[in-house]
């Protein structure tokens, strides 16, 4: 049939093909199977056949081929056959083959290889011709010796399976009918699974075909090196692997055949689905020590629930049956390779450990959670988290606390039931450290009789809760009536991932469960493998951008590092003062150039969104911002309504619209943004009764009595948050009871239901003990979200009470554990619990505890106190230190104005002058004060003149007179533009006149160029004194020039435009108009870029030049669309809808 086999692994195919080549060219004939060989009966008699009658096997020898199954077996049958060898070795040396695979030398019997020279394979051709020749191995003289055995004897010989079929194409036999089909055990995700018969030793066994679908040749190969693995496992609780066989790419395992079937079927087939104590515990201990085996040798079965344990005989009394564990479709061994499809959560949902669904990799925890579970169905009947909608169920393993076993099987041991919960601990640091010593505890508990029994590794915070008090109900809760809703979002995530990005508002009262809906959208979108960030908008202390912070330091605390060097680049250098360490990913910078406040909020905004935009590129993002109605600017969201349409990112936008409606600014950001075709809005409403009852029982964890659901109804009205806590409330006080048919009122007068939502959280409160209420009442007056090294310094309890008193508060759902930057932070679920404390708290206590918290944080937070200033402003305030409250409000201030949060500064230098009241006159940081109230205004576009003309005043007082002739500037600019309601020529000309006549006999100054510009205007549209308008343009033009401030003069040049056509001078205006226009361009004052729109306002009466006009709309299109800023927006929009009325455009106008 051949001279020569060649024996090899498909990626030394480049090395295989030249030699083939080589060897027929010099007469040899050669067989070898190629990438278009097609796996099947023929195939593999093929292979058998060849290696039988060729003269000599050609190994190719390489680090991918010591892991091949396929190799191994052509390697013992050509041995077998008394073939001769002639290994290749490549990036192999062939003494570290000879240490490695000490099998396969013995076989292959020689200790002489030829070595892939590092050039290429040009050479080894010519070596190859004189190592068969020293075999003497001749051209056309291949042996035939095995020439008459059958294709299935060869295939037998070599270990391969021929499947031999009946007319329905149904498996009747495998390998060469040695294992014959009794009948087929069922089918699962991996795999066929058949009862055989051994013909060869006379024994049933079980066949699974394992399906390898999905795979690449990577994937598949470390399939088959894992399944070898698996095969030399022994233990007395794993299921015995006998062989492991193949056909093509194909794998079979050969398995004991356990005649007691699986532990899933012995759950079903027991009254209410549930087992006796016994038998969880028998059975719990087999499946724990066979993990203990499991994980003692490097493998995590990753797949543990009833369907994969199988017992040895039935679960009848007195059977004495065993359980082990099968089925490692899914295992990991302890290099970390995964054998499923990249973005797939693997396992099944019912059973699927938290910290997998987040995507963390598995470890031996992940299969103590996945026992749990199992322990837990064997003991009630029920999974921890039952439902039909997968992402829901994910949803809960990650958020919900189950309902405690004894909930549903009284009869339990405690130290049982705190043993399960301890398994299914959300964090996996917090169940017990071993398989193994869940084995211990299972025993104990056996031998005791259910007396205390305690395990190694730290208790979890939810074991604590039960311990301590009535089980709670589940952590987080259901989402009911939200199905349109749920759906909306949903699709939305889906559109996203496809790039079709979009904007979703979501809205209603506190406690409606807006938060809750995104926390269920989250687990749709990590499922289809998105990105996840998040922010919060905390009400007490108000930081810039503080969500869309937190949301990038959640990016850089979980995405890989190659990711983040992709996204982070140098126009994320705005967001350096808000996220330091981006600085890590920037790499140093130059100063930026001073702009103006307004171009400064636009590039911020712009370095958010193209972040949030970069990020989605490499993977699609889902962006959610909550209580938005606490930001001080909702900027980001026109800014990213716009550009999302093609990209893979969707914003959801959580907000309380009554609150909002109180801060008119970004109730005008948000209508705004409406307007955007990618926006969808989302309004919850409150639920209906039955959608109550429904809620109820699903809390309870079984239905409750009408008169229990409609009891609840009335008091919340329809709540979520309310409901919630209502029924924690009736659970704990022993108000209800689990009866035969559900949850009842056993006494109607025990249903005496609290008036309101702050009654039923105090009671709540109560119960958590008096350590626990004394750190969260501090923990009340630092705020909504704390440090836990804060409340160390100012509780003064012992550190393990006070984590204690933290781990009882999570368990009981009052606190909330959150990301921190390298500490330990924790956040109020809900304000209502933060207020019932914090009300609680006398006034004279109150400011002692203040003035404490904020000493704590200037100790604590002492490297990065420019992060606190907002923070340290409330408290000193709160806790009567005026000074120092006065201070940090002053910082503050500076640090929001800076940013630019304009409504944040506003409120810290409005809280400074107030201070200022109480304390010992200090002018020139009054003036100072001013200023900035000042600059406010006129940014803002405040209809006020009160703080400038306040601080012309205090400057004057102090001399400044560049600082006194700008606030006269800004007054004269207001009546100007008709910001203070009008425009009254008086007084613009008083307060131009006042600040050019303060600087005339100074130097040359931005405030100077600035006057006399202004002036300009004032004097030509005032008074019409257009010669002296004319002087002092030119005049303020050369001040400008000489400072080279391309903003003061892009604003004269635009006023002296207006002067010459006024004059008649067109062809100057024109020149005038075109140079303030360019200037512009060079300049960063936003205000000179949009002045220089107004030229046309003058022109057109005098020179209607329709190209002319042209250009001018389209530059009004173009800032409109640029920068937006709102300030802007009317003369802008007047100037676009004049120029195309000019233009006969009526509609665009």
């Given at each position: ?17 030249p030699i ?11 067989w ?29 020898l ?27 070795v ?13 099998t ?13 020279p590092?050039g ?9 011709l ?6 003497r ?19 037998s010989?070599?270990?391969?399976v ?35 018969h ?32 698996m095969?030399r496992?022994?233990?007395?609780n ?29 759950i ?92 963390r ?34 949803f809960q ?34 169940r017990?450290?071993?398989a193994?010593?869940?084995?211990r505890v ?10 205390s ?17 009535t ?6 809760q259901?989402?009911?009536g ?71 330091r959640g990016?850089?605390r ?5 990711t983040?060097s ?5 126009q994320c ?9 981006l ?12 702009v ?7 590039r911020?905004?712009?370095?958010f969104?193209?972040l ?8 699609p993002l ?13 900027d ?22 009554a ?10 950001t948000?209508l ?22 429904q809620?109820v029982?699903?809390?309870l ?47 109607a ?15 709540r ?33 012992d550190?393990d ?15 909330a ?28 206590r109150?400011?002692r ?80 004060v ?8 006129n940014?803002?576009?405040?209809q ?46 008083e ?64 006023h ?35 002045q ?57 106008a």
């Open positions: 049939m051949s001279d020569v086999f060649i024996s090899y692994v498909e990626e030394d195919t480049d090395i295989v093909e083939a080549r080589g060897l027929t060219e010099a007469g040899y004939s050669c070898h199977y190629t990438k278009d060989s097609i796996p099947g009966t023929s195939y593999l008699a093929q292979i058998t056949a060849a290696i039988a009658r060729a003269q000599v096997v050609l190994l190719v390489s680090e991918r081929t010591l892991d091949s199954f396929q190799v191994d077996k052509e390697i013992s049958f050509a041995h077998e056959s008394n073939k001769p060898f002639l290994p290749i490549r990036d192999l040396a062939w003494s570290d083959f000879q240490r490695r695979q000490p396969w030398r013995l076989a292959i019997g020689t200790t002489v290889a030829i070595p892939v590092p290429g394979v040009e050479t080894i051709v010519p070596r190859v004189e190592g068969l020749r020293r075999l191995v001749q051209p056309g003289e291949s042996e035939n010796g095995a020439a008459s055995r059958s294709v299935p004897e060869l295939a010989r070599i270990g391969m021929l499947a031999e079929t009946d007319q329905s194409g149904e498996r009747v036999s495998f390998q060469g009918g040695r294992y014959r089909v009794v009948r087929r055990l069922g089918e699962g995700g991996k795999g066929i699974a058949y009862l055989c051994d013909t060869a030793l006379g024994r049933e066994v079980a066949v699974k075909v394992l399906k390898e679908d999905g795979l690449d040749v990577d994937g598949h190969a470390r399939f088959q090196r894992e399944i070898q693995s095969a496992l022994a233990h007395p794993v299921v015995t692997v006998y062989d492991v066989v193949q056909e093509g790419r194909r794998s079979f395992l050969v398995l004991e055949y356990l005649e007691g079937g699986d532990l899933d079927a012995a079903a087939a027991r009254p209410q689905r549930r087992l006796d104590v016994a038998t969880v515990l028998g059975v719990g201990r087999d499946v724990a020590r066979a993990l203990e085996y499991l994980h003692g040798h490097g493998v995590i079965h990753r797949d543990v629930k009833p369907g994969n344990v199988w017992l040895t005989a039935a679960l009848d009394a007195g059977a004495g049956a065993q359980a082990k564990l099968g089925d490692f479709g899914l295992a990991l061994l302890g290099d970390g390779t995964r054998l499923t499809r990249v973005g797939m959560l693997v396992g099944s949902v019912a059973y699927l450990p938290p910290d997998v669904a987040l995507g990799p598995a470890d031996h925890r992940s299969d103590l959670y996945m026992l749990g579970a199992t322990l837990y169905e064997m003991a009630t009947g029920r999974v921890p988290f039952p439902g039909d909608d997968p992402v829901r169920v994910i393993h990650v958020n919900d606390l189950p309902v405690p076993p004894r909930r549903f099987a009284p009869e339990l041991p405690e130290p049982l039931e705190h043993l399960i919960l301890r398994l299914l601990a959300k964090d996996p640091a917090q017990p450290a071993t193994g010593d869940v084995a299972l025993d104990e508990i056996g031998r005791s009789g259910g007396e029994v305690a395990a190694s590794g730290p208790a979890a915070p939810e074991a604590r809760a039960v311990r301590a008090s089980p709670e109900p589940r952590f987080a259901p989402l009911i939200r199905d349109r809703e749920l759906a909306l979002l949903r699709a939305r995530v889906d559109a996203a991932a496809r790039g079709e990005g979009g904007l979703v508002l979501v809205t209603g009262e506190a406690g409606i469960g807006k938060t809750r809906l995104a926390l269920e959208v989250r687990a749709h979108a990590r499922s289809l493998g998105c990105l996840w960030l998040e922010g919060r908008y905390p009400k007490e202390i108000r930081i810039p951008g503080q969500g869309w912070v937190e949301a990038i990016l850089l979980t995405a890989a590092p190659a983040i992709r996204v982070v680049r140098d250098a705005p967001l350096l003062k808000f996220v330091p360490e600085a890590d990913w920037i790499g140093p910078l130059p100063p930026p150039p001073p103006s406040p307004e171009e400064e909020r636009a911020l905004v712009e370095a969104a193209g949030f935009l970069a990020i989605s590129r490499e993977q889902v962006l959610f911002g909550d209580d938005l109605q606490w930001a001080t600017s909702l980001l969201l026109p800014a990213l309504a716009r550009r999302v349409e093609s990209e893979r990112l969707l914003l959801i936008a959580a907000y309380r619209d609150e909002l409606k109180e801060q008119p600014g970004l109730a005008k948000l705004t943004t409406q307007r955007e075709r990618t926006v969808h809005n989302v309004t919850l409403r409150r639920l209906n009764e039955d959608e109550v009852a809620l029982a699903a809390t964890g079984e239905a409750a009595s009408d008169k229990l659901a409609r009891a609840v109804y009335q008091k919340t009205e329809g709540n979520p948050f309310f409901v919630g806590e209502l029924v924690r409330y009736l659970t704990e006080s022993g108000a209800v009871t689990l009866g035969d048919h559900g949850w009842e009122v056993p006494d007068g025990l249903l005496q239901l609290p008036d309101s939502i702050k009654a039923v959280v105090g009671e409160l109560e119960r958590l003990g008096d350590e626990a209420k004394r750190a969260l009442t501090w923990a009340a007056v630092v705020g909504r979200e704390f440090a836990l090294a804060v409340l160390e310094d100012v509780a003064d309890l550190e009470v006070l984590l204690e008193a933290m781990d009882r508060a999570v368990a009981a759902r009052v606190l554990p959150r990301p921190g930057l390298g500490q330990e932070v924790y956040a109020f679920v809900d304000n209502q619990m933060r207020d019932v404390l914090y009300d609680g708290i006398g006034p004279a109150r400011r505890y203040h003035r404490k918290v904020a000493e704590a944080i200037e100790r604590v937070h002492l490297r990065r106190l420019e992060e606190q200033y907002d923070a340290l402003a409330h408290h000193f305030l709160e806790g009567n230190d005026l000074e120092k409250a006065l201070e940090y409000a002053l910082k503050a201030g500076e640090r929001a104005y800076q940013a630019p949060s304009w409504a944040q500064a506003r409120g810290h230098f409005e809280t400074a002058l107030e201070l200022m009241d109480e304390l010992p006159e200090d002018l020139e940081r009054r003036a100072q001013l200023e900035r109230l000042a600059d406010l205004d940014v803002a576009g405040h006020s003149t009160l703080h400038a003309e306040q601080a012309l005043e205090a400057f004057t007082k102090l001399g400044d007179k560049r600082k006194a002739a700008r606030m006269a500037r800004l007054v004269g600019r207001a009546w100007n533009a008709g910001f203070a309601g009008v425009v009254d020529w008086p007084r613009v000309m307060y131009m006149e006042t600040g050019a006549r303060l600087l005339a006999d100074e130097p040359d100054s931005v405030e100077k160029a600035s006057c006399l510009g202004g002036l300009t205007g004032a004097l030509a549209l005032g008074r019409l004194e257009l010669d002296r308008a004319l002087a002092t343009g030119e005049a303020a033009v050369a001040v400008a020039e000489r400072l080279g401030n391309v903003d003061e003069e892009a604003i004269t040049c635009a002296l435009g207006a002067v010459l056509v006024l004059r008649g001078d067109l062809d100057r205006a024109r020149e005038y108009a075109e140079r303030s226009w360019e200037t512009a361009q060079r300049g960063h004052d936003l205000f000179s870029k949009a220089v729109m107004y030229y046309p306002l003058w022109n057109w009466p005098w020179r209607h030049d329709r190209d002319d006009l042209t250009r001018w709309l389209e530059r009004a299109v173009d800032y409109r669309s640029r920068y937006r800023v709102e300030r802007y927006d009317r003369p802008i929009y007047g100037v676009k809808a004049l120029l195309s009325a000019l233009l006969g455009q009526p509609a665009a």
